[in-house]
């Protein structure tokens, strides 16, 4: 996700009463903020006040400084303090990555659908394997072990599956598969 970048212009800058400048922004998504300003001669005096918590103060970093929180909440207002207003005053918003509904229409099944551990009947799904082989079909195999991999690894019918494929690839050396990468990267997780 790409930083939503807003610059504060010189008026954003007003006089506060306990001395020096301030400049408040609000957060336009959840995310981490970034603030980048030049043009101070004492950069570290200046600081970023949080909605809550205490004052972050600015790093120098050349001609300017530099100050950033991990986190804020989407409509947080944060105010920047200063002795007096940076020449350029750059604030970067990146938002914190969350589910795309546009990508989700392209993305595997696989990827959308959570592994269902419970109601997984392992038996029938090892003699779906066993017809699969004796069918020399492979890729049926190979796509019925993905599913007791993700539902039951570490069980005992899903290890005897792995071992039939494995035995039955051994035995036919020709058969081979697109999924067969995959079913190596798998079993090596």
């Not at 005096?45 to 918590?53: F, K, Y």
């Not at 005992?156 to 995959?182: D, F, K, N, V, Y």
């Amino acid at each position: 996700m790409s930083p939503r970048l807003t610059d504060l212009p010189p008026a954003a800058w007003q006089p506060i009463a306990a001395g020096g400048y301030a400049a408040g922004f609000v957060a336009s998504c959840a995310g981490g903020i970034a603030v980048e300003a030049t043009g101070w001669p004492v950069p570290d005096a200046a600081r970023l006040v949080p909605p809550e918590g205490p004052p972050v103060h600015f790093l120098p970093a050349g001609a300017g400084g530099f100050v950033a929180l991990p986190s804020v909440a989407t409509g947080a207002r944060l105010v920047l303090q200063a002795p007096q207003p940076p020449a350029r005053c750059r604030v970067a918003v990146v938002p914190h990555p969350a589910p795309s509904p546009s990508l989700a229409l392209l993305a595997p099944r696989a990827l959308l659908v959570p592994p269902r551990a419970q109601g997984c009947n392992l038996p029938a799904l090892a003699a779906r394997i066993t017809a699969a082989l004796a069918a020399h079909n492979l890729d049926a195999a190979l796509a019925t072990a993905a599913e007791m991999l993700a539902a039951a690894r570490e069980r005992p019918e899903t290890q005897a599956a792995i071992a039939a494929i494995l035995a039955h690839l051994a035995r036919h050396p020709l058969c081979r598969s697109p999924a067969l990468g995959a079913f190596v990267a798998a079993l090596m997780e």
